[in-house]
């Protein structure tokens, strides 16, 4: 269901621009301050993710979850290089970096609880996109 509903929400549900596309994906894998039901949700992920070296069906389904997200993040710095949106990244390498700065940032705020690093990890994030992917 997770997995279904996550590609659905990728394919259907997000901008076209690269830019603000790449920022509602970052926005939407990243709790919001003070969403306390959304901030338990990521913690039951998470919870579930710690067991996928136990079990081969969540194995299974993160390494999905993984591929699509990193699919769609490299997609859009591929059309973002290509449009002139973007500076000349590597778009896989550029997106491998982009999912492990959030998922860390994900996996420290949301297992501490701390709101506050969430936020200022996002703002570390929206200025490396700014400095080195983004042309301004």
């Keep these: 269901w997770l997995l279904s509903h996550l ?3 990728l394919e259907t549900n997000l901008p076209d621009e690269p830019q603000v ?5 970052i926005d939407r894998m990243l709790p919001a301050a003070g969403d306390e039901a959304e901030i338990r ?6 919870e579930m993710r710690a067991q996928a070296p136990y079990y081969e069906t969540y194995h299974d389904q993160f390494r999905r979850s993984d591929e699509l997200i990193l699919g769609e993040l490299t997609e859009i710095l ?3 290089v290509e449009t002139g949106e973007f500076r ?15 998922y860390g940032t994900l996996e420290r705020g949301v297992s501490l609880e701390d709101e506050a690093m969430l936020a200022d ?13 983004y042309e301004t």
């Design 78 to 80: 591929e059309t973002g």
């Design 7 to 9: 590609q659905t929400e």
């Design 41 to 46: 949700f990521r913690r039951a992920i998470l």
């Design 88 to 102: 000349d990244v590597d778009p896989e390498e550029t997106a491998e970096l982009l999912y492990s700065l959030v």
């Design 121 to 133: 990890s996002r703002t570390q994030i929206d200025r490396y996109l700014e400095r080195t992917v």
């Design 21 to 25: 596309r790449l920022d509602a994906i």
